[in-house]
């Protein structure tokens, strides 16, 4: 009996090996694009909008980039950490994708770059802001076409003291990386400009239920700054204006809060809140007006930040791929055409990578508002060529630690 | 019998052996993670097979093991050895003082207070952000070296894996032939009976439980190094309920069933994901199906239809 049994799991074993795929043939066939995208879970809003992006591009240039056919393989997230990256084992391993991009999470960020670099496959983060990955640990396998997380809140800071002569404020956002950079980005450019961040709040990033969180917020604030995206947003923002604080304690947020991925979703709870970010798709420039209309036909719905950075990126990963005449198989010159190339007209505005592999782009303060009937981000300040160190010198930012949950430390609190 | 059942067994292991060099990358990764579900089943079999003992926290062993040999092996450059010492033993010690609550429940009871543990263990590993890094988890985690052998491509540390899974098959099937394992067995069919026998009931119960979280523990120091990376999902109600219906799914009771079971559980979950975005779908099906047309399971229907 037992050994019936076990002939058969030695059958199924050898079935196994006879299906799998052989290794692909190199040069002649399609050029292979892995996409990582939380496609389900809380985050699928921000999936589609990803998939959407990158799909937009490529069908745009048909597909087809120096004679060789573009395959866009795309693996599903469900926005954790670990599916991340058995995903992207898979896609590297099984698929021998050419390269790597896509995925959700600042702290799958810095998961997925051990892997990245050990197997020396090119990788893009369109998504992931993992601040140290362009500062005190840089991966060298990663071409960062997105931002990093404190790049957009450095200004923001500044500005909501000098601008909107806010003293004190709490700061409320989701425990991980992401939450901790930016919050720290704001903090210190906040207090350098007189104001005081006087209570730090951290939810779990699975919270559906911020009211516990919301009772605890003090009410000798002057603003609310939050961190959020996807589900969170949505509930956030609609608790906050239900408990009757956000006609005392005006609410102020990073840029995923409001963004578009979830603000055709809100309703009158969030007009008037304040975000920073790189994009909005309200932007008033040409390739941005051209976008978001090709944008809007395919997906039914405005353009978020994610579905740009990933057009933008799908658009990348193209002109470097047409650098080297589609050679991709020789890796490290797919990178270096990666980090090299150059384009001035992106829908968010003119793009350059700094040294140490970041954008340095436009940031943009906006406030929500109802234009026809519509909510948007209306863009009323334009910070012009921000980079990631703000206006601090590179070596002495890189001197200080990386911002945490704990760091800058709350001195007011 | 069981010589018979330990030959095949070995045929099968050494099939796996041969073949596992003919593999390419992605199935290899996958059978190796199917080798370390497999070793966290057959320790949750030991509790729930043979004792009778429904535990619904297997992922904090399993997971406390994969924090301590993610911490060692990052914060403080810890080898192997040393690493998976730490993990086993802080697997054995959470068993341990688990086991004092646990132990005195049986049934409902039992599941309720594993699974109220297991939540423990999450809690910390999601809140105790100094130590843990919470939501962002422990990344980084580089593959260790044997001696002069280096496990970092997936050919090594799979024949790495398939030796411990080996080592910890036929450890745990002594245990279940042992007198204490007999013992257990009977426990199972009636306490009141083994205890008006003279056995101590609560002594062995107890010791099933910590040698259980022991196992747990061997399977998830190879975790962590085959993930490199350890996060609060490792550790969650999800995994422990995976590996409950991985042994559900493979047939309580027979070692070997739980281990095929987590085999099973890994491919459908990772092939049928390729053709489908509806691959729980699939997976709940099977289950149903188990439970409808197999409710011992695949081998134990197996064997049941022989006798």
């Known amino acids: 009996m037992a050994h019936r049994l076990l002939a058969r799991v030695a059958l199924v074993l050898v079935a196994a090996a006879l299906v799998a795929p052989a290794p692909a043939a190199a040069q002649t066939g399609p050029i292979k694009i892995g996409l990582l995208s939380p496609l389900s879970g809380g985050a699928s809003a921000i999936g589609k909008d990803m998939l959407n992006g990158a799909e937009l591009y490529l069908d745009e240039i048909g597909r087809q980039v120096a004679g060789r056919k573009i395959e866009l393989i795309v693996e599903d997230t469900e926005g954790v950490t670990a599916t991340a990256l058995t995903k992207a084992r898979k896609l590297v391993d099984q698929d021998r994708v050419a390269i790597l991009t896509g995925a959700l999470l600042a702290s799958t960020g810095y998961a997925l770059h051990p892997f990245v670099d050990a197997a020396k496959i090119p990788a893009t983060y369109p998504v992931m802001s993992s601040d140290d990955l362009t500062q005190r640990k840089p991966a060298k396998w990663v071409v960062r076409t997105g931002w990093n997380s404190s790049q957009a809140v450095h200004p923001f800071g500044e500005w909501v003291a000098k601008k909107l002569k806010y003293k004190k404020i709490v700061t409320v956002g989701f425990d991980y990386a992401f939450g901790w950079e930016t919050v720290g980005g704001f903090q210190r450019t906040f207090e350098e400009s007189g104001g005081q961040i006087i209570q730090k709040i951290w939810t779990p990033l699975n919270t559906t239920d911020f009211s516990p969180f919301i009772a605890q ?103 470097a791929i047409k650098a080297i005449n589609g050679k991709v198989e020789d890796r490290e010159a797919f990178l270096a055409a990666l980090k090299k190339v150059e384009l001035k007209e992106f829908p968010r505005g003119p793009v350059v990578i700094d040294r140490w592999g970041n954008p340095i782009q436009n940031v943009y303060i906006r406030k929500v508002e109802r234009v026809g009937g519509k909510l948007q981000n209306t863009v009323i300040l334009t910070y012009p060529q921000v980079s990631q160190f703000w206006r601090y010198n590179p070596e002495e930012f890189l001197k200080a630690p990386l911002y945490t949950r704990d760091y800058p430390p709350c001195k007011f609190c | 019998m069981i010589r018979r059942r330990s030959l095949y067994a070995a045929l099968v292991f050494a099939a796996l052996a041969l073949l596992a060099p003919a593999l390419p990358p992605y199935p290899l990764t996958l059978l190796t993670q199917a080798l370390i579900f497999g070793i966290l089943a057959m320790s949750l079999d030991v509790l729930l097979g043979y004792t009778g003992l429904p535990s619904l926290g297997q992922a904090a062993y399993f997971g406390a093991a994969a924090y301590a040999v993610a911490l060692l092996a990052t914060e403080r450059q810890v080898g192997l050895v040393g690493c998976a010492v730490a993990g086993i033993a802080l697997a054995t010690v959470t068993a341990a003082v688990f086991g004092v609550i646990a132990i005195r429940a049986t049934g409902t009871y039992f599941l309720m207070i594993t699974l109220a543990l297991g939540m423990v263990v999450w809690g910390l590993a999601f809140r105790w952000v100094s130590l843990t890094k919470g939501d962002n988890g422990v990344s980084g985690v580089p593959r260790p070296e044997l001696g002069a052998l280096d496990l970092t491509p997936p050919l090594p540390f799979f024949y790495f894996a398939l030796v411990v899974a080996a080592l910890a098959w036929t450890l745990l099937g002594l245990l279940v032939i042992s007198p204490f394992g007999l013992g257990l067995k009977g426990i199972r069919g009636s306490e009141s009976r083994m205890q008006a026998l003279g056995y101590n009931v609560w002594l062995h119960k107890y010791v099933a439980f910590v040698l259980s979280g022991t196992f747990a523990g061997v399977a998830g120091v190879l975790w962590a190094y085959y993930n490199g990376f350890v996060g609060p999902t490792d550790v969650q109600l999800v995994t422990s309920v995976e590996a409950l219906l991985m042994v559900a799914l493979g047939g309580p009771g027979t070692l070997v069933g739980p281990a095929i079971g987590a085999g099973l559980i890994v491919f459908l979950k990772n092939f049928v994901s390729v053709y489908t975005k509806r691959w729980l779908l699939i997976l709940g099906a099977v289950y149903i199906g188990v439970i409808l047309f197999a409710p011992q399971g695949i081998v134990g229907a197996m064997r049941g239809r022989r006798r």
């Open chain 1, 217 to 319: 917020i003090r009410r000798d604030a002057d603003a609310v700054f939050v961190v959020f995206f996807g589900r969170g947003s949505l509930q956030f923002v609609k608790q906050y204006s239900d408990s009757g604080l956000k006609a005392k304690i005006a609410l102020l947020g990073n840029g995923t809060t409001t963004d578009e991925s979830v603000l055709p979703q809100m309703g009158d709870e969030a007009l008037g809140v304040y975000t920073a970010l790189h994009y909005s798709a309200a932007l008033d420039n040409p390739q941005n007006v051209k976008f978001a209309k090709a944008f809007e036909a395919k997906a039914g719905k405005v353009p978020s930040y994610y579905a740009e950075t990933n057009y933008t990126n799908a658009r990348w990963i193209v002109e």
